[in-house]
């Protein structure tokens, strides 16, 4: 069955402070991984998108790497900023005939205080 | 500016009083899907649209429909709601499922919904 895991469910750190994110996932055949960011009240917006054959991608304070093998992901926060509180969501697409799957993880709860 | 409008925003219902979620793109996009968010639970598909008069089920379909006679238009209908479909309803949209690769999906603001 194709899942997504992610840890922990919520987690509090200060602002300034550095942060990782785990994704788990079992889908397959692998397509790609993504990392999604959700304001409270707002709708999923995309933070990184990698293949197979990406192992980094960063987009400014946020790192994910991805290891295929090991079907892990993790989503590292550099410098935490208040405005970084948000739920952080892992999506696997798995690939399918005409496109592909997509399976969400539930999501991890940060917030960042001051 | 490039968005996925949703209406209402908020909404509070009685069981079996049908209503509307109405969602509209303004990117010419040919995949538009329904998701639902409960807590503790990822996103679950409800419907997906791979273009005009081109509908299919996600992964739980029950209690809902949809239409597309519009490319930029997806409302979900919900005949006769029950409390189980209390939930926060997002609208997104993406280019096209077959390049869904690396695409990225743009999601609406998202409806919640209460069914008393």
């Known amino acids: 069955k194709n899942q997504v895991e992610q840890s922990p469910q919520s987690l509090i750190i200060l602002e300034g402070k550095n942060c990782t994110l785990q994704?788990?996932?079992?889908?397959?055949?692998?397509?790609?991984l993504r990392w999604y960011k959700q304001d409270t009240g707002r709708g999923p917006v995309s933070l990184t998108i990698?293949?197979?054959?990406?192992n980094t991608k960063s987009n400014g304070r946020y790192t994910a790497t991805l290891d295929a093998d090991t079907k892990q992901s993790s989503l590292h926060i550099t410098a935490s900023q208040l405005s970084d509180s948000a739920s952080y969501i892992c999506?696997?697409?798995?690939?399918?005939?005409?496109?592909?799957?997509?399976?969400f993880g539930a999501g991890t709860i940060l917030r960042v205080k001051s | 500016e490039a968005q996925v409008t949703q209406n209402p925003r908020y909404l509070i219902t009685v069981t079996g009083k049908k209503l509307t979620v109405t969602c509209s793109q303004n990117?010419?996009?040919?995949?538009m899907s329904w998701y639902r968010q409960d807590p503790g639970l990822g996103l679950r598909q409800i419907y997906y649209?791979?273009?005009?008069?081109?509908?299919d089920k996600g992964d739980v379909p029950e209690g809902y429909k949809v239409s597309r006679k519009e490319k930029r238009n997806f409302p979900l209908i919900l005949e006769s709601p029950s409390p189980n479909q209390t939930s926060l309803y997002f609208c997104?949209?993406?280019?096209?499922?077959?390049?869904?690769?690396?695409?990225?999906?743009?999601f609406g603001p998202g409806t919640r919904l209460t069914v008393l």
């Open positions: 994704c788990n996932y079992t889908v397959s055949p692998f397509s790609n």
């Open positions: 999506v696997v697409s798995a690939r399918k005939e005409y496109g592909n799957k997509l399976v």
């Open positions: 649209s791979m273009n005009v008069e081109v509908t």
């Open positions: 990117m010419n996009h040919e995949y």
């Open positions: 997104a949209s993406s280019p096209s499922r077959v390049a869904l690769v690396t695409d990225t999906q743009y």
């Open positions: 990698m293949t197979f054959s990406e």
